[in-house]
Every structure is written in C-alpha cells, then in structure tokens.
C-alpha cells in the first residue's frame, strides 16, 4: 500500500509498554487464524524490525511466550497482559505490531487481509507475507 510514511506510537492497555514505529499511515494488517492469533483477536501488520523501537523501561513489563517451532515470540505486557507487538513466525527478521494498539491520529487506512495460520505452510506461501519485513519493500512503498 503506497502513502506517506509515519512516526506511530502506541503500546499496552495500561501504558507500561510503549514503542514508535515508522510505516506508511496506510497499511496493511494480517488477520490470522493460528491457535494464538485466534483466541486473542489479534491483527497486525509487519515492519522490518529497525524501523520498530521500546521507549523507555517498557523492557522490565515485557515477558514472552513461545509454542511449537517457537520461532514466533508472543511477546506481552506483564501487567495488563495486552500484546502490542511480537516477533512473527512468518516474519523472524520483523515485528509484527497490533494495530489496535496504535494511538489515534496517525492510521489513515488499514486493508485487513487473511493469514491461514491453522494451515500455515499453504498460506505462507500464498500471501507473500514474509515480503512485508524487507527494507528493500519498505522503501518502495514510501
């Protein structure tokens, strides 16, 4: 999705954890349907992991779980319990943020796209998903 690219800040329910990220105002999120995913709701979108940064102490909140390959690291807060961002399976080399958790003002668009986790393979390969980490994408999309 091309558009202005944008300081984003946001973080966790009860502010302990709080990040920028630069991305485009328009992005697009995944909705994914792995067993994680599903049960929290969660939708992101993906940037290459440089563009992504903590504020402050946020790192003494942060606690992580893994499962299966535990490639993927389901990071969240350890107070509230909200995951404003992760590492993704699809994307090891990016961060995958919430966009929920994003504070208003900057989002001018979100695309919701489909991410079959529960078929994961398939739909890696199908989506072009692990594009969205690469700084060579990024750039073009400015």
């Excluded at 690219?5 to 302990?16: A, D, F, I, R, T």
């Excluded at 993704?88 to 001018?108: E, F, H, M, Q, W």
Aim: proline share 3%; glycine share 8%.
């Amino acid at each position: 999705m091309g558009s202005d690219m944008v300081e984003h800040c946001g973080g966790c329910h009860c502010q302990s954890v709080r990040w920028r990220v630069q991305a485009p105002s328009s992005i697009v999120a995944w909705e994914c349907n792995c067993s994680d995913c599903y049960m929290r709701g969660n939708t992101h979108f993906i940037v290459p992991s440089e563009k992504f940064q903590l504020l402050g102490d946020s790192k003494q909140f942060l606690t992580t779980y893994t499962f299966g390959t535990h490639t993927a690291k389901h990071t969240f807060c350890k107070v509230c319990g909200i995951t404003s961002f992760y590492t993704p399976r699809s994307n090891p080399d990016g961060i995958a943020v919430t966009y929920k958790c994003v504070d208003k003002g900057t989002l001018a668009h979100v695309e919701i796209r489909k991410f079959d986790g529960r078929n994961w393979d398939a739909s890696y390969s199908l989506t072009g998903i692990a594009t969205y980490s690469e700084l060579s994408r990024y750039h073009q999309e400015r």
